[in-house]
């Protein structure tokens, strides 16, 4: 089992850019994929991005590709969410998640274990 805690969200003026961290504790985070998504309020929540246990494969939404990196230290047990050229229609609680599945799943049932959610917000 694993707990995972993500932070960095915050406000952020279009065009900025924020770096997502999500520890993990318990079992290693090197034991799981890794996968952020996030939902907006009134709407579903969203495959962002994910990456391989060994960090080998990484997957991106259409909506935003292009404009996020994720990676991940397995060292320090945590995975990141650089997002670049933010939007206001990038504003949601992001969350990460780990899945056993292998390679870079991109479907939220595919993931076990979730975070509480950090909120990013998009406003000038």
């Known amino acids: 089992q694993v707990q995972l805690v993500e932070s960095g969200g915050g406000l952020v003026q279009p065009g900025g850019s924020l770096k997502l961290s999500c520890a993990a504790s318990?079992?290693?985070?090197?034991?799981?994929?890794m996968g952020w998504f996030r939902q907006a309020l009134g709407k579903e929540r969203e495959f962002v991005a994910s990456?391989?246990?060994?960090?080998?494969?990484?997957l991106y939404a259409d909506s935003v590709k292009g404009r996020p990196t994720i990676s991940r230290d397995n060292a320090k047990n945590t995975v990141y969410l650089q997002m670049n050229s933010l939007k206001p229609e990038d504003t949601a609680v992001y969350y990460c998640?780990?899945?056993?599945?292998?390679?870079?799943?991109?479907?939220?049932?595919?993931?076990?274990?979730w975070g509480q959610g950090t909120q990013v917000t998009v406003s000038s």
């Open positions: 990456i391989s246990r060994g960090g080998s494969t990484t």
């Open positions: 318990g079992r290693a985070s090197s034991s799981y994929a």
């Open positions: 998640a780990a899945s056993v599945f292998t390679g870079a799943p991109t479907r939220g049932d595919w993931y076990t274990y």
